[in-house]
DNA sequence: GCCGTTTTCGGCCCGACTGTTTTCAGTCG
């Protein structure tokens, strides 16, 4: 087992704790034991053979033999019995806002409740409301929390169906009679979230040998949990994750347009079939053809098969109708179409994933992170990356250790002499994931925090702060002339908590005002702000950082989920800040973050013509 | 369960908020 594997167990160890009403502190010192593994820079396994866990500041002589025994083995009989003493259902019930162990276990000591489904049922009969410490309010925000629950359960993170779908889609490809394969839908747009997986295959349908067999394969794939349809052209499956996908195997000829129906979206599609239908056409999942009394010159058949013959990829329906092809991320009926017009073609050049030298805000076992600095810079070094931002939390988020002033100057120090040394080829910008207070003031001062080559600012605690307060609040920060970006807009957690309310045009508003950055925040669970705002924003100047938030290395793969976002918001790669070369100012001077911000946040204005928009310049060569 | 120039027991990180209370417990980040 591996560090972090082992860090993994003991803090399902602390879960376990908690909900069986332990010693907070037994419990903490789990969690403190996951996070002192993973900030182990040594080999675990060299550690354990020298016998010197034990001297590893918060590993006692209980932690380090339960370490050991999970090192050696992969297993840990602690667990397995700590496991089997909680009911399964008590742990999922954990992901249900505003319940947490002790509630969970006043439920479960008072009115025996060890599962969702029945707390649901004990709060529909009112049972909950009358327990000490519960009330009809709290009654009523576990039900909403329950259906919410249950609404979010049908839909599935995109980067989850995309590791689901990936492996399918190559896998047809590499079947003996298949010409094409593609995963359509809502997963091809990229959206956020997705309902369910759609592939479409292009194949010889007289061979049912062949179809057979690609049918065959389909329903065998491990992870498929049952098998709810199987027909001619059309198989579906379920996965043990809930997740459904549907197959459709349809004729080479046809492959184009069924590719395009089924990716959607609808409102795109009804846009498509309007256009089609105003040139005499009509369009569907099976081809273009005239539209009925229209065929007065051909017969229908013959002017179909002839519109087929013609048309073999997307770009050629497109063209068919007059248009550039649509990038299936714009799909989605916004103002795509019109854009897409071949006489005068709007359609931007999006940013494309290799067009990323590098991302800011990232973190780091001295905060919340699971790899250490020097893992972090050669992940981002094998990812070819110029260069990477490290953005830690600030001394206010006690929950993720933040660091205080002497921390965060050891940690620029540590950067500089990085740096400096030459180890990596990734340059290395210092930077904070500063904490914006209630008041809108930020958690370091002015002082500290012009050590760093940039500044992100987000919001962490005081979530339920009514929108005018919380929107003056985040317009406080972004006013402050040492913040380089603003974090996650919302801090939304897709299919598990809404964001805080806030005025975003006031704040885009403000953002551009100010030259300061707002972030698209790459993490799977947030892609916030939201790509539905960035598409007006970036054309009135604001600048897009595409930033991973990773917590550990595979984390800075996150920047994929960022790309498809900023892409489905419109975005090139002149609104990206993170797309620019790391700066090499004039006279030999170090480069920093805030150059390249200055740089771009001018050739935008320069672009827009526009050079005076940006009150604040920021051309800081260097400390 | 861990730690220690207050060292073998007693303390361990905290502020905001909500709903439940009538001074506080639980949750969240």
Redesign the pocket.
């Known amino acids: 087992m591996t560090k972090n594997d082992i860090a993994d167990v003991l803090r399902e160890i602390a879960v376990l704790l908690e909900l069986k009403g332990e ?1 907070p ?2 419990i ?3 969690e ?2 996951a996070r002192t593994l993973e900030s182990l820079t040594d080999d675990l396994g060299e550690v354990i053979a020298s016998g010197k866990l ?1 001297e ?9 033999q339960k370490i050991t025994e999970l090192h050696k083995t992969g297993r840990l009989r602690f667990h397995e019995e700590l496991r089997t003493s909680v009911a399964p259902g008590l742990v999922e019930m ?1 992901e ?9 276990k ?1 439920l479960h000591d008072k009115l025996g409740i060890s599962s969702i489904a029945a707390l649901a049922k004990a709060c529909a009969d009112g049972l909950v ?1 009358e327990l ?8 009523q ?1 576990l039900l909403e929390g329950i259906k919410h629950r249950e609404a979010y359960g049908r839909r599935h993170l995109w980067w989850n169906a995309h590791a689901v779908a990936g492996p399918i889609v190559a896998g047809l490809r590499k079947l003996r009679g298949v010409k094409h394969a593609e995963a359509a839908g809502s997963l091809r747009r990229g959206l956020e979230t997705v309902g369910d997986l759609d592939f479409i295959v292009a194949a010889d349908a007289k061979d049912s040998k062949a179809v057979g067999r690609i049918v065959d394969w389909f329903t065998a794939r491990p992870g498929v949990f049952e098998v709810t349809a199987r027909g001619e052209t059309k198989t579906s499956v379920r996965y043990e994750n809930g997740l459904q996908a549907d197959l459709r195997i349809v004729p080479e000829e046809q492959f184009a347009f069924a590719l395009h129906h089924f990716t959607g979206s609808k409102d795109h599609n009804v846009q498509m079939r309007q256009r089609a239908l105003a040139r005499g056409l009509s369009l569907s999942e099976w081809g273009l053809e005239p539209a009925d009394g229209e065929g007065t010159v051909k017969t229908k058949a013959a002017a179909h098969a002839e519109t087929r013959a013609k048309i073999t990829s997307e770009t050629e329906l497109f063209a068919a109708l007059g248009l550039a092809f649509i990038e299936p991320e714009l799909r989605e009926g916004l103002d795509e179409i019109e854009a897409a017009e071949l006489t005068n073609n709007r359609l931007p050049h999006l940013v494309e994933h290799t067009d990323l030298r590098g991302a800011f805000h990232n973190h780091t076992t001295a905060s919340d992170g699971r790899s250490t600095l020097e893992e972090m810079i050669a992940a981002a070094q094998t990812l070819g990356w110029e260069y990477i931002g490290i953005a830690d939390h600030s001394k ?5 250790r933040g660091l205080d002033e002497r921390r965060l100057a050891d940690q620029v120090d540590c950067i500089q002499k990085i740096n400096t040394s030459g180890r990596f080829k990734t340059h290395v910008f210092a930077g904070t994931e500063c904490d914006i207070l ?1 008041d809108g003031s930020l958690d370091f001062d002015d002082l500290t925090l012009a050590q760093l080559d940039f500044v992100v600012a987000s919001v ?6 009514g929108e005018e307060q919380m929107t003056a609040r985040i317009i406080r920060a972004i006013e402050n002339p040492r913040v380089t970006m603003l974090g996650h807009m919302t ?1 939304r ?1 897709l299919l598990r ?1 809404e964001g805080y309310r806030v005025n975003a045009a006031k704040v885009i508003d403000a953002a551009i005002a100010n030259g300061v950055i707002i972030e698209l925040n790459a993490s799977p669970w947030r892609l916030d702000m939201d790509w539905r705002l960035w598409h007006g924003a970036a054309a009135r100047g604001l600048l897009c950082s595409i930033n991973p938030d990773a917590h550990e290395t595979g984390h800075l793969a996150f920047v994929r989920t960022g790309v498809n976002i900023a892409r489905k918001g419109w975005l090139s790669k002149q609104n990206i800040i993170n797309t620019k070369p790391s700066p090499k100012c004039a006279r030999g001077l170090k480069p920093t973050a805030r150059d390249l911000m200055a740089q771009a946040t001018m050739g935008e204005a320069a672009r827009r013509g526009d050079a005076g928009a940006h009150r604040k310049t920021k051309t800081r060569c260097s400390r």
Do not use: D, M, W
């Not at 590893?56 to 380090?64: D, F, N, Q, R």
């Not at 000490?132 to 009654?139: A, N, R, S, V, Y």
């Not at 206010?396 to 993720?400: K, L, M, T, V």
């Open positions: 010693n502190f037994k903490r010192a789990y403190n034991g034990s590893v500041k918060g590993i006692g002589e209980a932690l380090t954990l249900i806002p505003n319940l947490g162990p002790k509630k969970i006043a409301a000490p410490g519960f009330g009809e309010k709290t009654q925000k206010s988020s006690h929950q993720a209630t962490h605690n005081a979530f339920s702060q801090g957690l908590r």
